[in-house]
């Protein structure tokens, strides 16, 4: 008859060796691979992680910069037209137009807004300016709308002679008529401030 396994020792030391490796084999599987899996993971997230500390605290160390060019660009807003919405950029201009074009000697019939225009930078704010008077005063006018800071742009422009008024035969200056559509860059404010 065959013998108990009890009663053979090599047997039992096989089946402990056998049931240790087994037990072995599990507590691995189960519970140290995937801790050290997520160990790994944890250390490669904060590998990452630093990578990102270390580009916020670049950007960060840059502070100064940025607000070097926040200053200047503030101080270079003189070059566009400024306010809180097209609308008043657009009440401004007129206003400045029709100050230009008197200054000039320039008589005005009419001034008034045009869509605004733009790309996708800059937003452009229009006016159309219809004025008369003497070649002289109406090339005064437009001098000084082109020569304005902050900038300002003719886009559009026609010009024609009007028929003498008076007596005739008495020399006088021609009368020219002039339409003007006028553009400027635009810097609308935030509304936070």
């Known amino acids: 008859m065959i013998a108990s396994w009890q009663q053979q020792p090599w047997l039992r030391r096989a089946l402990f060796v056998a049931g240790n490796l087994v037990a072995g084999a599990v507590i691995m599987f189960a519970a140290i691979l995937p801790v050290r899996d997520y160990l790994a993971e944890r250390d490669q997230q904060i590998v990452e992680q630093r990578a990102t500390l270390a580009r916020f605290k670049a950007v960060a160390s840059k502070g ?25 950029i657009g009440a401004d201009l007129q206003t400045r137009l029709k100050g230009m074009a008197e200054a000039a000697g320039a008589k005005l019939r009419s001034v008034r807004g045009l869509p605004a225009q733009g790309d996708e930078q800059t937003r452009y704010v229009g006016s159309r300016i219809e004025l008369f008077g003497p070649l002289a005063a109406i090339h005064r006018a437009i001098y000084s709308i082109e020569s304005a800071k902050p900038y300002l742009f003719i886009k559009g422009a026609a010009i024609r002679l ?30 936070d401030k």
């Open 64 to 88: 100064a910069t940025v607000q070097a060019a926040t200053v200047k660009v503030a101080a270079d807003r003189s070059e566009f037209l400024v306010g809180k919405t097209e609308g008043v």
């Open 162 to 191: 009007s028929p003498p008024i008076g007596q005739t035969g008495v020399p006088q200056e021609p009368i020219i008529e002039a339409q003007l559509d006028v553009f400027g860059a635009a810097w609308i404010e935030a509304a």
